[in-house]
């Protein structure tokens, strides 16, 4: 009998002790789901400080490297050696990610990399064991097709589709294994591949102006930020009224140029999957540019990381770009189910022209009018719609500064 009582006792103990172990598990499980959505959502929770004394060290590391002769680039000489290029502040570091402004020869830029150290990137083993890079018998075909490669990798793009004549293959000159080695380690960032790519094909996207080693330069536009009323910092804007009303329209159109340019001009649709005021700054001339383009994808990209395993539509949101989930196979459409369209009028437009009450300087009917097709254009599912609703956008927004030039 006793030990009958004995047994029980142990299997109620048991029970009780499965039960406390899955509700463990279930309490932890819960906190880790919760600290992934957390730094998908705020990527930066988990950055590090940035800071001029670290940023200082990093340059100087670079130009180290490049005196030893490990790397190159057309700007190295600026920076390290005629002071051409001095550093001014740190901007940002995340995961990994260092961005840096300063001024080369008076003009203000942005060095960028996606990691701190040159030693980071995997080397290139083709220069292992061969002749002078450029001399006799270096493959230079060979270097081209691991080249084409790259990009293949990082951009979904095949080599006579990425045009790769701008990616300055063809490099000569003293240190050229320096400066083949640089490349090697910028074919690694697909935002230099990218940006390359884009130079001189897009007004909406920044040129890559030069680089030293695996640090690339940009030009400095200021960015936007959520803490601004207006988004981004406009002349005029931030006194209201009638100038507010003529900036916010001219970027307004201009995100639609974007989104117009984005989809039909390349041969390729290009999809921005993190769509927000940071990741955008605004020229004088009010053209939009895409200064952040870390989670822009060319349309074979953008299915390759679309398609994936799911259990619903949930698992198959990619940021900004979303696909469907067919419960069939478990497994995420390739085909993206909303649009760049979508999402900037949802982010950035609805937030100058979601209330009637906005922008007085217009009249009452044309903002009801603006409020309805932003409206509808964030509106999820409305994808067969969108070449109309992007049409009748440009229409009333063109209306509204032909109304504010009639007016002054």
């Avoid at 180290?64 to 000489?77: F, H, I, P, S």
């Avoid at 884009?198 to 330069?217: D, E, I, K, N, T």
Wanted: hydrophobic letters at 40%; proline letters at 5%.
């Amino acid at each position: 009998m006793a030990r009958a009582r004995a047994a029980g006792s142990r299997g109620r103990l048991g029970r009780c002790g499965r039960g406390a172990l899955l509700v463990c598990v279930a309490w932890t499980a819960g906190w880790v789901l919760a600290a992934a959505l957390l730094l998908r959502a705020h990527p930066g929770v988990l950055s590090e400080r940035c800071t001029d004394e670290k940023s200082r060290r990093i340059l100087t590391a670079l130009c180290q490297d490049y005196r030893g002769g490990a790397l190159g680039g057309d700007l190295c000489e600026d920076l390290c050696v005629a002071g051409q290029l001095r550093y001014r502040r740190c901007l940002y570091y995340e995961r990994g990610k260092k961005v840096l402004q300063a001024d080369w020869r008076g003009r203000p830029v942005v060095l960028k990399s996606k990691e701190e150290a040159f030693s980071s990137f995997p080397p290139l083993g083709l220069l292992d064991g061969q002749p002078e890079a450029g001399g006799p018998g270096f493959p230079e075909a060979e270097l081209l097709l691991l080249a084409a490669g790259e990009v293949k990798s990082a951009l979904g793009l095949e080599l006579a589709e990425g045009g790769l004549g701008r990616l300055d293959l063809g490099r000569r000159g003293p240190r050229l294994r320096g400066q083949l080695a640089s490349l090697w380690a910028l074919l690694q960032q697909e935002e230099f591949v990218l940006l390359s790519l884009l130079r001189g094909r897009s007004p909406h996207a920044p040129p890559v102006l030069g680089s030293c080693g695996h640090f690339y330069a940009v030009e400095h536009l200021a960015a936007g930020s959520p803490r601004l009323r207006a988004l981004f910092p406009l002349d005029g804007a931030a006194r209201g009224g009638r100038a507010q009303a003529r900036a916010l329209s001219g970027v307004a159109l201009s995100f639609l140029d974007m989104v117009r340019h984005f989809e039909h001009d390349f041969s390729h649709r290009l999809h921005l999957c993190d769509v927000k005021p940071e990741n955008f700054a605004i020229r004088s001339d009010f053209t939009v540019v895409a200064i952040d383009v870390d989670m822009a994808f060319f349309e074979p990209k953008m299915r390759e990381i679309l398609e994936q395993n799911c259990t619903g539509d949930e698992d198959c949101n990619f940021f900004d770009c979303f696909s469907k989930c067919d419960l069939r196979v478990h497994r995420c459409g390739a085909q993206r189910t909303n649009s760049n369209l979508q999402v900037v009028c949802d982010k950035i437009l609805r937030h100058w022209f979601s209330s009637p009450r906005r922008s007085p300087a217009v009249s009452a009917q044309l903002r009801r009018q603006l409020r309805a097709a932003v409206l509808e254009c964030a509106a999820p599912g409305a994808q067969d719609a969108a070449p109309r609703v992007l049409a009748k956008l440009r229409r009333l927004l063109q209306a509204a500064l032909r109304e504010l030039q009639e007016d002054e």
